[in-house]
């Protein structure tokens, strides 16, 4: 009997690829092989992807075309900084310290993840982070996405022992880029340690993105991750968190402006496993025109992680009348003595009090953008560092004014 | 200053305002009084331009312009300010900065510069002083846990800083304690002039005892029914609205 073998959806992405020029060991690119040959895109009947369809990625041409980028590309001007350019590392920029990018063979982390797996067959540039000092140097990635191009960037970030550090993860696309972003960043805080990710996804307007963060948190550290998915067509972030040991806090914040027929999906984890840590995630977005947004959160306490306070809340506002919310937190507790909340709105700006700013002269436009300002405000606030916040602000009133 | 002739509006398809006309010119402060329901509070909403009320008849000039026909933010450019009945919390926005925004979205429509933070600062302490009202409160958020009196006192700090020609006090003496209402009036009537005007809509004639008004209207079912001077507030104060009604139907 002849044997008929279907392509599948990624079987199609993947003559479009071009496997990675890092070495690999066999059993990785064994292991990676076999997730994806034995995977297909996600359907509607994979609770994960339940409203995120990414069969467009199939769509995408990767065919070099180039535009410039019209705005200032960098956030932080403070802070070591590494370009990567379409994907690939700029020249000359190896030698930085406290930041590797050359490598005898890509370091054996990996997941069941069909994008990870994927990640690592076709990886772009695989970039380590290390953190070994109190003194929170911020380190800049600049990931410039001017070609249509699959930008695979591995990641892997290192806050050592009692070590502090700032990472600002920034991905600026030309205004129409369409490529296909695919990121995998793996991190590790120590003992004592106290980690800041930022990372702000102002993707060309027909960009795929899907991020994944893997994060191990050890006893007394600190680890909060920031996300601004501010434009592109599909954005899928996945942030996972394990908290392994005692007394760690843990911050979840993001905001999101999406417009036009834009998409953008959070699914954040944390996983309480050990007692007396603290978590708290604020998500916060503004949808207008025919974007849609979907928020998953789940918090996961276990059976001994006793004194746990797990904080969650999603809120959103529709500036139009054809955006779409889906907002599901979950809280999954085993354990009996905690203190954990969670809550998620979906509104429209208040009309009375649109009604009394106008009467006391701002415009209808002025009006809104000052109560979307105060509402994204919230998030802002939690931004400890000044030069990304005061970037975000800048971009939140650019939204409105184009 | 304002004129609105025979003014008829809807809402939901009941009538509520029957023919409504007064004259206010600068200068002047006009009272409306009326038992609940009289169209008191439609009258101010109408001014400042809510889209909730259907205008089926009559006109309203303010300043030489058709004001039906302008927007809600343009009729605040020319200069009429509402004192809100219920000011709205608003959470994040903090009143200085709204209030700058106000102000430099008027001075804009004029074709003016906008004002300087210096500038600005110092009218915000001049200004807060007129209705004792704490320099913190001015840099909270708008009106967000504020007492009933502060939200009073902050409606009457917002008509100081934005100095316009007609002001529109809805109710603002209710939920007011005699404390707060004595602050409230000698507000407005500091900020009296020869040039602007004002129309106090109140309920009671408590408020009259501070500010006192040129004119007071008695508006019942949609229509003023009686004019007269401010005896004419303590009469209805003795007597209530009965005699009003039972006089306007025998008429």
């Known amino acids: ?402 | 200053m304002i004129e609105i002739k025979n003014l008829h509006a809807n809402i939901e398809g009941k009538e509520i305002l029957k023919g409504l006309t007064l004259t206010v010119n600068a200068g002047e402060v006009h009272a409306i009084m009326g038992p609940n329901g009289a169209g008191k509070s439609t009258l101010a909403s109408i001014l400042a331009g809510r889209e909730e009320y259907e205008i089926t008849k009559g006109e309203v000039t303010f300043e030489g312009a058709d004001l039906l026909e302008l927007s809600t933010e343009e009729r605040a450019h020319l200069g009429l300010f509402l004192a809100f009945q219920y000011p709205v919390e608003i959470p994040g926005v903090s009143n200085v900065n709204f209030l700058r925004t106000a102000i430099n979205e008027t001075r804009d429509a004029k074709g003016e510069d906008p004002i300087s933070a210096k500038e600005f600062m110092a009218m915000v302490r001049e200004k807060s002083k007129i209705v004792e009202l704490d320099s913190k409160l001015a840099s909270r958020s708008v009106n967000e846990g504020f007492s009933g009196g502060e939200k009073k006192r902050n409606e009457i700090f917002q008509m100081a800083m934005l100095n316009p020609k007609l002001a529109v006090l809805d109710e603002t003496d209710s939920g007011l304690d005699i404390d707060a209402l004595r602050i409230v009036a000698k507000g407005v009537n500091t900020l009296k002039s020869a040039d602007n005007a004002s129309i106090v809509i109140t309920h009671y004639q408590r408020l009259l005892d501070y500010i006192v008004p040129d004119f007071v209207h008695v508006l019942h079912d949609g229509k003023i029914v009686k004019t007269g001077n401010k005896d004419l507030a303590l009469e209805l104060e003795e007597k209530g609205y009965d005699w009003i009604k039972e006089e306007t139907q025998v008429g």
């Open chain 1, 1 to 402: 009997m002849e044997e008929v073998l279907t392509q599948t959806k990624f079987d199609i992405l993947r003559t479009e690829l071009r496997p990675t020029a890092l070495k690999i060991s066999d059993a990785l690119r064994a292991k990676a092989s076999e997730i994806v040959n034995s995977s297909d895109f996600p359907t509607r009947k994979n609770e994960a992807w339940k409203y995120t369809n990414v069969n467009g990625l199939n769509k995408l041409v990767f065919d070099g075309k180039n535009a410039p980028i019209s705005e200032p590309l960098i956030i932080s001007n403070r802070s070591r900084k590494l370009f990567v350019k379409n994907g690939q590392v700029s020249e000359g920029q190896s030698m930085l310290s406290g930041i590797k990018t050359s490598w005898d063979v890509l370091p054996e982390f990996y997941t069941d993840d069909a994008f990870d797996a994927l990640n690592v067959l076709y990886c772009t540039a695989a970039i380590q982070l290390n953190f070994d000092n109190a003194e929170n140097e911020t380190i800049e990635l600049v990931f410039e996405n001017t070609t249509n191009s699959a930008i695979f960037p591995r990641l892997f970030i290192q806050c050592n022992k009692g070590a502090k550090g700032t990472v600002i993860l920034n991905f600026q696309g030309a205004e129409k880029n369409a490529s296909f972003i695919n990121v995998s960043t793996y991190v590790n805080v120590g003992e004592n340690a106290n980690l800041s990710i930022h990372k702000i996804q102002k993707n060309g307007t027909e960009t795929f993105d899907l991020q994944r963060e893997y994060v191990d948190q050890a006893a007394n550290s600190t680890f909060t991750m920031n996300t601004f998915p501010l434009s592109g067509k599909l954005t899928r972030n996945d942030l996972k968190i394990n908290v392994n040991g005692n007394n760690c806090e843990t911050f979840m914040n993001g905001a999101y402006t999406l417009k036009g027929k834009s998409h953008c999906d959070n699914h954040t984890t944390v996983d309480h496993k050990v007692a007396h840590c603290y978590s708290k995630e604020l998500y916060k977005g503004v949808i207008d025109d025919r974007a849609t947004n979907v928020f998953n959160g789940k918090v996961f306490v276990r059976k001994d992680a006793q004194k746990i306070n797990a904080f969650q809340s999603n809120a959103n506002i529709l500036l139009s009348d054809t955006g779409t919310v889906n907002s599901k937190p979950e809280l999954e507790i085993y354990a009996d003595d905690v203190k954990c909340s969670h809550g998620s709105t979906t509104g429209q700006l208040d009309d009375e009090a649109i009604f009394y700013l106008r009467s006391r002269g701002l415009s209808e436009k002025a009006a809104k953008e000052l109560l979307v300002k105060a509402f994204l405000g919230e998030v802002l606030e939690e931004v400890q560092n000044e030069e990304v916040r005061s970037y975000l602000e800048a971009q939140i009133e650019k939204h409105f004014s184009a």
